[in-house]
């Protein structure tokens, strides 16, 4: 008789290590595959996960996509100025890239089932079955953490009772996803509005007190939308992410605190570390500005944020964000030059901004030109908001 095959898209976490002996206690799976897909894990936690599926017996495979995220899932992001309700998305734009990479490994192994670790009240149930049903839509999808409404504490204590290493305990119970664009910091105390973040849970960035105690210039120069050096240096697009994260956690910029609208209608407090997407996308959106005409800039506003609901919901293959990515690339070619920036102490500032396509004209501009003859305006202003005074001589008629 054939062995059932589960594949478990797998972070080395507490809720993906809890699936394994439950899919062969509880769902009677005899052959087990794990997939940890590296798009920027902490050091040595790639390896951790895969010494830890090795004791756990399953088939694992680990895959290295670092260079992938940052070309074909990043850089779209900087283009579109990519933001969610005031932070970076950066969580949601890996998952579409670990699924479609357990969807490859499971068509090549003919799984039966997948499974994943995420629960019922968050957004990567989403984000992940997507992909999955898009790509695979007659596999099974097994959620064991949403279909047994299980608790973190639940789990903690399942996984020392199975002898599962982790990383959590009952009283330091932070859940820390992070990728090459961020970290996401959430649970326990954390989840309170009211609860002040202890510094502990940062790691990307300096707090005020010991950020540099003076100021930081920096500049990003950008090539078709994308960055391409820092400071006149070239690097690859890895290396130039990383470079980022480091110049501005050290000036502790990076930090974001918000109330967030989840998508299935929860509103959460979400903390996160993103330093590198706290100077890059403003200084990405500087050079738009000066590049853009009116109109391109005031409707790549409504394009962006679309885009970023688009992303923020793991709908990364609808063809609504390749129409919208269709106006944003048309544009990115002129978004070539540079951007300077002033970080101290948790601020970012554009100083200054250069591009040989800029819609500036200094002559024109300036106050003590008179290239611009300023009495050709006379007609215009006269016609300015004429429906508006029309209306305010015949509203109280």
Same mark, same amino acid.
């Given at each position: 008789?054939?062995?059932?095959?589960?594949?478990?898209?797998?972070?080395?976490?507490?809720?993906?290590?809890?699936?394994?002996?439950?899919? !062969?206690?509880?769902?009677?799976?005899?052959?087990?595959?794990?997939?940890?897909?590296?798009?920027?894990?902490?050091?040595?936690?790639?390896?951790?996960?895969?010494?830890?599926?090795?004791?756990?017996?399953?088939?694992?495979?680990?895959?290295?996509?670092?260079?992938?995220?940052?070309?074909?899932?990043?850089?779209?992001?900087?283009?579109?100025?990519?933001?969610?309700?005031?932070?970076?998305?950066?969580?949601?734009?890996?998952?579409?890239?670990?699924?479609?990479?357990?969807?490859?490994?499971?068509?090549?192994?003919?799984?039966?089932?997948?499974?994943?670790?995420?629960?019922?009240?968050?957004?990567?149930?989403?984000?992940?079955?997507?992909?999955?049903?898009?790509?695979?839509?007659?596999?099974?999808?097994?959620?064991?953490? !949403? *279909?047994?409404?299980?608790?973190?504490?639940?789990?903690? +204590?399942?996984?020392?009772?199975?002898?599962?290493?982790?990383?959590?305990?009952?009283?330091?119970?932070?859940?820390?996803? +992070?990728?090459?664009?961020?970290?996401?910091?959430?649970?326990?105390?954390?989840?309170?509005?009211?609860?002040?973040?202890?510094?502990?849970?940062? @790691?990307?960035?300096?707090?005020?007190?010991?950020?540099?105690?003076?100021?930081? *210039?920096?500049?990003?120069?950008?090539?078709?939308?994308?960055?391409?050096?820092?400071?006149?240096?070239?690097?690859?697009?890895?290396?130039?992410?990383?470079?980022?994260?480091?110049?501005?956690?050290?000036?502790?910029?990076?930090?974001?605190?918000?109330?967030?609208? !989840?998508?299935?209608?929860?509103?959460?407090?979400?903390?996160?570390?993103?330093?590198?997407?706290?100077?890059?996308?403003?200084?990405?959106?500087?050079?738009?500005?000066?590049?853009?005409?009116?109109? +391109?800039?005031?409707?790549?506003?409504?394009?962006?944020?679309?885009?970023?609901?688009?992303?923020?919901?793991?709908?990364?293959?609808?063809?609504?964000?390749?129409?919208?990515?269709?106006?944003?690339?048309?544009?990115?070619?002129?978004?070539?030059?540079?951007? @300077?920036?002033?970080?101290?102490?948790?601020?970012?500032?554009?100083?200054? !901004?250069?591009?040989?396509?800029?819609?500036?004209?200094?002559?024109?501009?300036?106050?003590?030109?008179?290239?611009?003859?300023?009495?050709?305006?006379?007609?215009?202003?006269?016609?300015?908001?004429?429906?508006?005074?029309?209306?305010?001589?015949?509203?109280?008629?």
């Amino acid at each position: 008789m054939p062995k059932k095959t589960v594949l478990i898209v797998y972070s080395g976490g507490l809720d993906t290590s809890v699936c394994i002996p439950m899919m !062969r206690e509880d769902y009677g799976f005899d052959h087990v595959v794990t997939v940890t897909v590296d798009v920027g894990l902490p050091a040595g936690e790639l390896k951790q996960a895969e010494e830890k599926a090795k004791l756990l017996g399953t088939e694992h495979y680990s895959i290295d996509a670092r260079e992938e995220f940052v070309t074909d899932y990043i850089f779209p992001a900087i283009k579109a100025n990519g933001d969610y309700q005031g932070y970076p998305i950066s969580t949601s734009i890996a998952r579409p890239l670990i699924a479609m990479k357990a969807v490859e490994v499971a068509k090549k192994l003919n799984v039966d089932a997948f499974c994943h670790g995420c629960t019922g009240k968050g957004n990567d149930q989403f984000r992940f079955e997507f992909v999955m049903r898009t790509f695979m839509p007659d596999t099974p999808i097994i959620a064991p953490m !949403r *279909e047994h409404t299980m608790t973190r504490t639940w789990e903690i +204590e399942y996984a020392q009772k199975k002898g599962i290493p982790i990383g959590q305990s009952i009283n330091k119970i932070w859940s820390i996803d +992070e990728n090459l664009w961020g970290r996401s910091i959430e649970g326990g105390l954390l989840e309170e509005p009211n609860y002040a973040p202890p510094e502990e849970i940062f @790691t990307w960035t300096k707090s005020w007190k010991n950020a540099k105690s003076t100021p930081t *210039e920096v500049t990003i120069e950008f090539a078709n939308g994308v960055p391409v050096a820092i400071d006149g240096v070239k690097m690859s697009p890895l290396d130039l992410i990383l470079k980022a994260h480091e110049i501005a956690g050290d000036n502790g910029v990076g930090r974001v605190d918000i109330m967030e609208d !989840r998508m299935i209608g929860l509103k959460v407090r979400e903390n996160y570390e993103c330093p590198a997407a706290r100077i890059i996308i403003p200084a990405h959106k500087a050079l738009e500005d000066l590049v853009c005409t009116t109109e +391109e800039r005031a409707f790549k506003v409504l394009v962006d944020q679309k885009w970023g609901e688009l992303a923020y919901e793991g709908l990364w293959f609808d063809p609504f964000k390749d129409d919208l990515e269709a106006f944003i690339n048309q544009i990115q070619p002129r978004v070539t030059g540079a951007v @300077t920036l002033r970080l101290f102490k948790g601020s970012c500032q554009v100083i200054g !901004r250069a591009s040989k396509y800029a819609l500036y004209n200094e002559d024109l501009a300036s106050f003590d030109s008179k290239t611009f003859d300023q009495s050709e305006a006379v007609g215009i202003v006269k016609t300015h908001g004429m429906q508006a005074r029309m209306y305010r001589t015949v509203k109280d008629k």
